[in-house]
């Protein structure tokens, strides 16, 4: 029950905060995203482009990795929280190794950070935090994650209570402890993953 109460807070309070959200629209296509950095944890060479988008005629952009590395991130610069929500939409296009899109909050840099990722190829919801370089494992749970669809990924976090949703439905709900602080907030994918990014929104808890 405390934890349901928690979760519930948070919540209110985030839906409190203002949200920003970030399309690539304005962005050259070609090359990577303004006021984004981005890199991969454990080596490797990543490719994270704006691209059009394949699905609209309009030509709407999106954020796509397509390279292939351990994990591969990129994180809005100038954002800081501490509590709050991330979220994004992201498509799997790709990958025999992995098909897979994640959001990382408390990213201090890129060996230490907290990740939530759906992959289609496993069709599972996964939690992990990465310390000095090492990903560990947190919790799987089964769900579905169809391959070229559009899916919404949400990560909500205060203190030590963490929430993952996909698609509007909760995964995960659990405390942890290892990843403390104020950290940017941004996108991942794993190995060869070919995965394209939008609307990528967050909110600080006050």
Known sequence: MARIIGMAALMVCAAAA???????????????PAGWTCGSTGGGTPKWTVAP??????????????GKAAFPWCVRQGTALADGVVEVKFK????????AGGVVWRWKDGDNYYVARANALENNVSLY???RGRRQTIKYVDAPVAPNA??????????????????GKSYIELNDSHIAG???????????????????TYQARP
């Open 18 to 32: 203002h949200a920003e959200t970030v399309t690539f629209d304005a962005d050259r296509a070609g090359g990577p």
């Open 53 to 66: 988008d394949a699905d609209t005629a309009g030509g709407r952009h999106v954020l796509k990795q397509s």
């Open 92 to 99: 799997p296009i790709a990958g025999r190794e992995d098909q």
């Open 129 to 131: 935090y990465t310390e």
């Open 150 to 167: 559009w899916h919404t990924l949400r990560a909500e976090f205060a203190g030590t209570q963490i929430r993952v949703m996909l698609d």
């Open 182 to 200: 104020a950290g940017a907030v941004g996108v991942w994918t794993k190995a060869d993953s070919v995965t394209v990014f939008d609307d990528f």
